[in-house]
């Protein structure tokens, strides 16, 4: 996986001092506007995201699918590679144990679904029940956008991602 050109890297750099303070604000919403939707317990939403990101396609194509599809898409646990316990605690780095109790909380919710073999996915049920979390998650996309346009606008740097 690409992780961006030098030329980016660059341009962040150059540009810190505007786009930096934007990211620590909005961050910094974003995370107490998660505490809130998530009980207060960001293992929780850390373990979530962590079966969806790992469960994902290789063959994911982003432009393919809008935000839309997928809050809407039918359930179709075959698009998801199926993650264990184990390997959340690897990726994540919280204890298998915590990881354990975090998996029941979201198999409650109705937000994960465990196989007969322990595999766990991403249920259909999760979109809809965490859409305002996904407003959340697109205001804060929107401001670091709005900070790298404003950085690019200003000049400073300006020709480095264009």
Known sequence: MQTGSRKERDFIRENFGEIWPVHVSAFTRLLTQFRARFDGDLDLLLVLAVIGERTRPENWNPQLVSLEDLATRAEDRRSQYAINIQ?????????????????????????????????????????????????????YLQK????????????????AIE
């Open 144 to 159: 670091i956008f709005c900070a790298f346009e404003n950085a690019r606008d200003t000049g400073n740097g300006a020709a």
């Open 87 to 139: 390997s959340i605690a690897d990726y994540s780095g919280i204890p298998r144990e915590t990881v354990r109790r975090k998996v029941l909380v979201l198999q409650r919710k109705g937000w994960v679904h465990r196989s007969d073999g322990g595999k766990l996915s991403i249920s259909a049920d999760a979109a809809p029940d965490l859409a305002v979390a996904t407003g959340d998650t697109i205001a």
